[in-house]
């Protein structure tokens, strides 16, 4: 298996090294000014996507190639080996910035890393192999320094656009795309490309005799607009391919002047239509996202068991989803416009000023519990989790409320209460009972002889003790029974079981409850 992922990557190294010779053997053919500096160079795009894309090990294509275009042209191995050194590294470091600053592969997804792309990868790292290769070739004897600028400029322009139009091509392409299902969208499609094919004819092969580029603009835009990056990419490159053929037979708007200026101005144009139309492709594309997460969104707020409200900080109602339709009993029609205190109970009058002062300081109220108002006038008791909303700018315009019913956990949590009350009065309960039996039984044992020896004029006295101590061995009995009740007739029977007042000669608990444990 290495030894194949090894040969792969030997037989990926070297197609790269005849890609770039035979683009770089294209971009000199049209060289003016020095027979080793060409207007066009579609070279540096497939530098800057192929270290891009697969990294840098593809440096030694990279330069075989670079060397091998230029020692088969002019110049010598030295001079050659230069001009391949600034190649190599003018396509590293295009694609290391890019990968730093630029989201990488993703440079072309938003329109800001678009805007690093352009900067970094098409302006700035292309002065690297301008600078190294036009030095070499004066420093060689192959230049005047007289010439250095014009051929720097003439390198630059031709590196930099080479990247701005090759480079999105084959990194875009790089990455599969969905391919039309639609009989309708791929018609369309093949109308996008038929149209720029005739655009570009009809503009730089001057059929019709008059400067009609700005007709380039619009099927450009079509493929932003319609179709997505990749589509873009491609019609702009089609329509470079065009344009430079035109302008080299002497044709278009941009043939008249000397050759090199020609191409010159002629690569600053198709420069400009790259940037302005991936500009537009991903700023269409950043829009879909969004629209899409925001769908996503709307999705999921409209059908959330939450009742999510938002507002203006004046406290009107400004949407209003399912959930507190379900929730406060009003439509969104009959909340939204409204204000807010349409669902406050009267009698929570400073809530409402309180909020809304926190909000406008822009805090977030995290889940505190309240009432509100339902439309049939009954009370529900809620959670309410509270932000504000925000500007671009950052000031706040609003504020989203998010409620839940709790009315259910109140009650359970009052259940919960009681029945922990209920446990630690039946463990009292039971407790009582068992320290009181013993000293009751005592003390009504010795009543009872006391009353018998002490005859009938005491014994009258001692009957109304006798009576409460029965009465408080009833209680305990009754006490003691708490414990023959499952939890649920405890709570039901347990105060008329310690009624103190109950006089019957034996407690028993009732007999309705069928759970009831022998």
């Known amino acids: 298996m290495a030894e194949l992922r090894k040969r792969l990557a030997l037989w990926q190294l070297a197609l790269l090294t005849l890609a770039y ?17 060409s207007p066009v160079w579609p070279p540096t795009g497939i530098a800057f996507a192929s270290f891009l894309l697969l990294g840098p090990r593809v440096w030694p294509a990279i330069f075989v190639g670079a060397f091998l275009v230029n020692v088969t042209t002019t110049g010598s191995v030295a001079t050659s080996i ?108 093949v109308g996008l490309f038929a149209t720029v094919v005739a655009v570009g004819a009809l503009v730089f092969f001057g059929f019709v005799g008059q400067p009609l580029t700005f007709l380039c603009v619009p099927p450009l835009v079509w493929a932003a607009f319609r179709f997505g990056r990749r589509e873009t990419a491609a019609a702009i490159a089609i329509l470079s391919g065009l344009a ?29 239509m790259a940037v302005m139309s991936i500009l537009i492709a991903a700023v269409v594309a950043e829009r879909k996202r969004d629209e899409a997460a925001l769908a996503h969104l709307a999705s999921i ?65 995290q889940p505190y519990e309240t009432a509100r108002l339902r439309k049939d006038g009954t009370r529900v008791q809620v959670s309410l989790a509270i932000s504000p909303l925000r500007s671009p700018s950052g000031a706040v315009i609003g504020a989203s409320a998010i409620g839940r019913d709790i009315t259910e956990k109140k009650r359970a949590d009052s259940a919960l209460r009681e029945a922990a009350t209920l446990r630690s009065v039946t463990s009292l309960a039971v407790a009582a009972a068992h320290e009181i039996n013993n000293p009751l039984t005592v003390v009504s044992g010795e009543l ?9 004029r005491w014994g009258s006295r001692l009957a109304p003790m006798l009576e409460a101590l029965e009465r408080i061995r009833e209680v305990v009995m009754r006490m003691n029974q708490i414990t023959r009740l499952v939890p649920a007739e405890r709570q039901r029977h347990l105060p008329e079981m310690l009624d103190l007042g109950k006089s019957s000669g034996r407690a028993e608990p009732p007999d309705d409850d069928p759970e009831r444990t022998p």
Do not use: C, M
């Not at 002065?127 to 192959?142: F, P, Q």
């Not at 250095?148 to 656009?161: E, K, M, Q, R, S």
């Open 301 to 365: 707020v409209e059908f959330s068991d939450d009742a999510i409200v938002s507002g203006t900080l004046e406290g009107v109602v400004t949407s209003w989803n399912a959930g507190a339709e379900r929730l406060y009993g009003y439509s969104a029609a009959e909340a939204v416009g409204r204000p807010i205190s349409i669902i406050i109970p009267p009698d929570h009058p400073n809530e409402l000023l309180r909020v809304l002062a926190r909000l406008k300081r822009g805090e977030h109220i």
């Open 82 to 189: 230069g001009i391949a050194i600034g190649n190599t590294l003018e396509g590293r470091l295009g694609a290391d910035l890019v990968q730093l600053f630029a989201n990488g592969r993703g440079v072309f997804n938003r329109a800001r890393d678009v805007f690093k792309f352009v900067v970094l990868g098409g302006l700035f790292s292309t002065t690297v192999s301008a600078t190294i290769g036009v030095s070499s070739l004066t420093l060689g004897g192959y230049a005047h320094w007289r010439e250095y600028p014009a051929i720097w400029f003439t390198w630059w322009l031709g590196d930099a656009v080479g990247a701005l139009i090759v480079g999105p091509v084959l990194v875009l392409w790089s990455v599969r795309g969905g391919v039309p299902r639609s009989l309708a969208r791929r018609l369309e499609g």
């Open 244 to 272: 430079i053929g035109g302008t080299v037979r002497g044709l278009g708007p941009f043939a008249d002047g000397p050759p090199n200026e020609a191409l010159l101005l002629l690569q600053a144009f198709l420069g400009t």
């Open 21 to 37: 010779f035979a683009a770089g053997k294209f971009g000199l053919a049209l060289a003016v000014v020095n027979a080793s500096v």
């Open 448 to 456: 009872q002889l006391l009353s018998r020896e002490v005859g009938a």
